[in-house]
């Protein structure tokens, strides 16, 4: 490629070579025409402003002279043309040249080679410039050539003009050389002086007028040389300006070609610096791949070395190769077998399993069986029915000084004994548990939780509160909304007990709210709470007893309990005239079904947790009231003392228990008979003058826990259960009634607003809607 590239620089340079020396014959041949015309106007010159006599001598040379330099003008230009046509071939074949140069071999592209295409195109665009500039030097020499010839055609007809004034003024001279002579002949002859001299002046006049005219006419010719001088000055003056152009182009041409000529140097030197990289490179290349293939060397010497290791290891693995595709080989069938074998074995494991969970479950089923009847044997020997009393603080209601003082007294180191001080007397009473005036709701709920959550587990559960009004009964039942009693912290202890256990029981909570009142039980959370419901055996034949349309409401969060309770107010409230009064009087009952599956087993549990607010213990009727408070007082002292009858029957194992004896009772007969278990809340005021009332309570309370205690031996000692009445203390004449007013206002009766039949049926479509 290098060697081309030099070959055509080479030829390259001879073209350029060939050129200059073209263009310097074309400047020669120029140069000779500028001398031509030169010589041409030189000669036009001397013609010019000179004498007649003059005149002709210049005339001749003119005219022989004209016509040799015309001649050599016209080889000159067939020499010229010659040169033209042989530079232009000259120039073609440095076009091809170029176009060669222009497609080498493929050359790496690098700067040298854009510099190299760059100067190529300047010296294309010069070459172009250059033609442009001979172009326009042969439309000047065309000019000069048609100059010329207009020159040559006014020098032929001045030529003619002159001859013509030649021959005129030689006719004229030899005329007026005869006339002289003539005149000199005559003037020899004197006689004939006169007439002769008369003839010679009237020949004279005619000879000077012929001369005037000749005169006249020189001059006119005169004029006309001096017009076709003007012309000739204009043509030479044009001629001038043609010549200075011709001279600025050749200046131009020469301007471009040292461009060219500059461009080209470059461009070699270019091509040099691109020559001497490339060694370079190649140099550099070839060096690196010198170390490249020693360090191949290298690699293959230790490769060969591997290699020599690597054949043990080959053998070896190609051993490992042959017997693994043996075992590949042997493997669907290996597999086949041990699938039928693990297949067997699993189905082995399965039956294993189903059996160890058949006998587990069988386990799992007595064990339950057998916790049950452990917790019936704890629960009878902890007592199935539990006596706790509490003591509410002194309140506002109970007046000042001496008679708001305590009558009760606690024991620091018993928390089951509490004293009152009851006409001067200290009675001391032993319960199961004592809760002080400063025990809040959550001390009281902690010690009946239990009892709550063994409902989950189906069993039945009574809690009552028990005391005369204004002993705090409804405050620990139900609370205040900031501070809620044993009904919702209950119904919030099942739920979180119950989700607990959602992984594998389903759990269904109901509620029902009833009142009893002068023995008439009514649905507080029915359309019709006036109404009076009537408790009846199932027709099944299972002897249990249920209350056809006593409502149940089904609730899974405390906002369904707040809308239950406010249900079960605002009916409460509608068909009486003073609520905290009624509900003195009356037994408010709230029951909780609590109704669960066993999804692994299928067991079923139902238990029901009875919370029982009952109507004031207070005897009212003792004080002498009439009339329907009279009726009402006979109703709950009835009422009180069956429920006292019955749980002395059970406690004492009686054949027959009375729980007929009152609605309460048969209401309750499920939840208060066989394993269920009942607690017993006896609420006392601790205020003086409610002493006889709190003395009351309390000994229906230790009656309570003494039967369910003392041996079978005491049962003859206590006889039958004492009436209301007779609870009272001593022997002596009774304790004037009590407490008969109603008690002190009490918050949780809240009135919503709107006519209450109305809020009521608003609160159960609500409590529908939600479940
Ligand atoms: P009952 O229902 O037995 O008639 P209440 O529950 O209505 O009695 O209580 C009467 C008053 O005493 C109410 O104002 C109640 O707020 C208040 N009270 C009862 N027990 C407590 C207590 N443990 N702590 C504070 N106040 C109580
Ligand atoms: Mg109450």
Request: charged share 30%; glycine share 6%.
């Amino acid at each position: 490629m290098v060697e081309s590239m030099a070959h055509l620089q080479e030829e390259k340079l001879r073209m350029q070579q060939e050129l200059l020396a073209l263009q310097e014959k074309l400047s020669a041949r120029e140069k000779e025409d500028i001398d031509v015309s030169v010589q041409l106007q030189g000669q036009v010159r001397c013609g010019l402003g000179k004498d007649g006599a003059e005149w002709r001598v210049e005339n001749r040379g003119t005219v022989r002279g004209g016509t040799d330099l015309e001649k050599h003008r016209d080889l000159l230009a067939a020499e010229n043309e010659r040169l033209r046509q042989e530079m232009k071939a000259r120039e073609g074949e440095l076009r091809a040249l170029r176009q060669q140069q222009q497609q080498p071999a493929p050359c790496l592209p690098c700067e040298h080679v854009q510099e190299n295409g760059r100067l190529q195109e300047r010296l294309a665009q010069l070459q172009r410039e250059v033609e442009e500039a001979r172009a326009k030097l042969g439309e000047l020499d065309l000019e000069v050539q048609q100059k010329t010839n207009r020159l040559a055609e006014v020098e032929l007809r001045l030529k003619d003009s002159l001859a013509e004034k030649a021959q005129e003024e030689e006719r004229l001279s030899r005329r007026l050389r005869d006339s002289q002579e003539t005149i000199a002949s005559l003037k020899a002859q004197p006689p004939q002086v006169k007439y002769i001299i008369k003839t010679v002046e009237v020949e004279s006049s005619k000879a000077k007028q012929a001369l005037c005219e000749s005169q006249s006419r020189n001059q006119y010719l005169q004029e006309q040389v001096g017009m076709q001088r003007q012309v000739l000055k204009e043509m030479e003056q044009q001629l001038q300006s043609s010549q200075k152009t011709a001279a600025q182009l050749r200046a131009q041409i020469m301007l471009y070609e040292a461009e060219l000529e500059r461009a080209h140097g470059q461009m070699l030197e270019e091509m040099q610096a691109m020559e001497d990289e490339k060694n370079r490179a190649i140099e550099e290349a070839f060096s690196r791949a010198q170390v490249e293939m020693k360090a191949v060397h290298e690699n293959l010497a230790g490769v060969r070395t591997n290699l020599l290791t690597l054949q043990p290891a080959l053998r070896t693995l190609t051993n490992d190769y042959n017997s693994l595709k043996r075992q590949v080989r042997d493997f669907p069938l290996l597999l086949q077998e041990t699938l039928r074998s693990a297949r067997s074995e699993i189905g082995q494991a399965i039956e294993e399993v189903n059996s160890a969970n058949r006998e587990l479950l069988r386990k799992y089923r007595r064990e339950l069986q057998l916790r049950k009847k452990c917790h019936n044997e704890l629960v009878r020997l902890k007592g199935n029915i539990r006596v706790f009393g509490r003591v509410r603080p002194i309140t506002k209601e109970d007046g000042l000084g001496a008679e708001a003082a305590s009558a009760v007294t606690f024991d620091p180191d018993d928390d089951a004994v509490l004293h009152l001080s009851h006409k001067g007397k200290q009675v001391s009473f032993e319960l199961d548990k004592v809760f002080p005036p400063k025990a809040t709701q959550e001390d009281v709920f902690r010690e009946v939780q239990a009892l709550v959550t063994s409902c989950i587990d189906g069993y039945n559960v009574c809690i009552f509160a028990y005391g005369q009004t204004g002993a705090g009964k409804t405050y620990t039942m139900e609370g205040t909304a900031a501070n809620p009693g044993i009904n919702q912290r209950a119904l919030q202890l099942l739920f979180a007990e119950v989700r607990s256990k959602a992984a594998d029981w389903d759990y269904a909570i109901t509620v029902s709210v009833a009142e009893i009142y002068n023995e008439a039980l009514r649905d507080l959370l029915g359309k019709e709470p006036q109404e009076k419901l009537e408790i009846k055996l199932c027709p099944d034949g299972s002897g249990q007893l249920y209350v056809p349309g006593l409502t149940e409401f089904r609730v899974q969060s405390v906002e369904d309990i707040n809308k239950v309770f406010e249900l079960g107010h605002v009916n409460r409230a509608t068909e009486c005239t003073n609520l905290n009064e009624h509900s003195s009087r009356s037994h408010a009952l709230l029951i909780i079904t609590v109704r669960g599956l066993d999804r692994s087993t299928g067991l079923r549990t139902a238990g029901k947790l009875n919370l029982v607010d009952l109507a004031g213990s207070e005897r009212v009727g003792r004080s002498g009231a009439e009339g329907s408070r009279l009726r009402e007082a006979q109703y709950i002292n009835k009422s009180l003392s069956a429920l006292g009858d019955v749980i002395y029957a059970l406690r004492s194992r009686q054949g027959h228990v009375p729980f007929r004896n009152s609605k309460l009772t048969y209401l309750l007969q499920d939840s208060l008979s066989g394993d269920s278990k009942t607690l017993m809340m006896v609420q006392v005021s601790p205020a003086e003058k409610n002493s006889s009332e709190t003395l009351c309570s309390l000994k229906f309370a230790e009656r309570v826990r003494s039967v369910e205690l003392g041996p079978v031996s005491r049962r003859a000692e206590l006889g039958s259960w004492p009436s209301q009445e007779q609870l009272e203390w001593g022997p002596g004449p009774s304790l004037s009634a009590q407490g008969d007013s109603p008690g002190p206002t009490r918050g949780h009766a809240a009135p919503g607003p709107g006519p209450p039949a109305a809020r009521a049926a608003s609160i159960r479509r609500k409590l529908q809607s939600s479940g």
